[in-house]
């Protein structure tokens, strides 16, 4: 279970500060039917509660936490703050039920600038950008110089192709609290979305030197540039790296930072140590023989039968585009070059289609039999998810022939988008196994992506990818473009003329200047995709040939040695 330790703030408007109730405290137990008399008793029994479950927030205890807040709800149904330390308690963990507790405690409570902030970074987490945006704008339409509301507001626009409009947002911050840990790292984060990444670097370099959010704003701060003489930073990060205090989340920031200035240096050795570190600070396991069980249950399932069976479902229409592959494959690229079509928007990583994945069931963590849960999509049930679909993509861009989604991970649901988009274009983007695995490994990436944590589960990992495509291909023959990064980079024009032609758009030379395109890049390549292509990426793993021999013999012969 992984979950924001997020501090309810509206805590302070609910309860008056006291001592924390010892875990048995005597209020607990279910009071007798409600009278006048005991009304005010039984509001002080919930506060009491609820202050015990925000202490047990606070401490991780989670289950704790929630089990106190339902029994609030028992017996005071509905109530505010209860709802809304459950919604705390979901967030990061189960998006979809924090919605839902969000929304209800705002509906009790409808003026409460952090209910209302707090939903809006619920729809965040599901990529419902509008929504949030008007909560978080009404958030602070009831508290104007709410610090929290401004840079979720600002960090939501940066996410939602706007940095531009983020800017003011932070700069008004700014004044308000110039040492709030969320302003400066916002405003980089602002800036490198625009390209403009000197800006980006004086404003992580001043939180650094006030020691505001020190890893993080080093971990930022060495992506804005490659170095090609040692930097002073990277003797600060492994002094950083010294503390015997430092956290794991913090260690495993700064030993990405570190890894990243020495491999530009090329002392490789010393930078894949660092990179080894990283992982083992982040902690995350990955289980890999579930995640086996599940691929088999989806070759099982989409077979040619059973798409033949649902030749009519979904919607016709040719606006979908989804990128897909494995992380570092060439995904941004691909779609930075798509999208310099005037006639394409690309809308970045969407998780609108693993919502409704996880709505019908198919979730990787369940490798039970998902025959039952896709033969759930009627028809008339494709029909109105692609609908509303399409209607989730128009709203990003109304006058767009094709919308593009670049989640990479989606290749774990093409079987979907079949049913869903019939007519989708599906681009499959591939990279040397090697390469593309150890451009992985040297990332610093979420748990969502804990395969990513050792060498030899990533190639066996990615054996899984490579079986599930092969799979994909067999069943909808001729539907999928394969994109190879190599053959990009070798011939870009030629390439960008067979990914246009696929969309079945007339070219257009912007489509060369990929890297002017005004729009904003929000993932770890968007230093990368503001340059002009390069080959130096090609055969990169040779530098770490010694360190990477357990990832060489996982994906046995999927490695082009």
Known sequence: MFMNNRLPPAWSKHIKPGPTPKAKVPIAKPLASPQKGNAQSRAQADDALLKQAYAFHQAKRLDEAQDLCLRVLARTPNHPLALYILGTVYLGYDDERALRYFARAVG????????????????????????????????LELQPGLIEALCALGRTYTAFDKPDMALPLYEKALKINRDHPKVRAGLAGALSGLGRMD????YLKEAIERRIGVPAAYNDLVQTQKFTEEPEELQSILRELGNPKLGSEAAQQLHHAAGKVLNDLKRYDEAFDHFNRAKQASGYKFDIYLYRQWIDSMIETFTPDFLAARAGYGNPSEMPVFVVGMPRSGTTLTEQICASHPDVHGAGELSKLRRVANAIGLK??????????????????????????????????PAALRV??????????????????????????????????????????????SYNTDLKTLGLYYREYDRLMQHWNKVFPGLIFENRYETLVEDQEAQSRRLIDYLGLPWDDACLRFFDRDGSVNTPSRWQVRQPIYKSSVKRWKNYENEIQPLIQSLGDLAEI
């Open 404 to 449: 593009v989604d670049k989640t990479p991970h989606n290749f774990e649901l093409i079987g979907l988008i079949g049913l869903l988009f019939p007519n989708a274009r599906i681009i499959h983007c591939r990279r040397d196994a090697i390469d593309n695995c150890v451009s992985c490994f040297v990332l610093n990436f979420s748990e969502a992506h």
């Open 199 to 202: 800006e980006a670097a004086v």
């Open 364 to 397: 990787t963590s369940s490798a039970g039999d998902l025959h039952q849960p896709i033969t759930s999509i009627t028809e008339d049930l494709s029909r109105t998810l692609a609908e509303e679909h399409l209607s989730y993509l128009r709203e990003r861009a």
């Open 108 to 139: 009790e409570e409808p003026k409460n600038p952090y209910y209302h902030l707090s939903l809006g970074e619920a729809y965040v987490k599901v990529s419902e950008y509008s929504p949030a945006i008007r909560h978080m704008q009404y958030a």
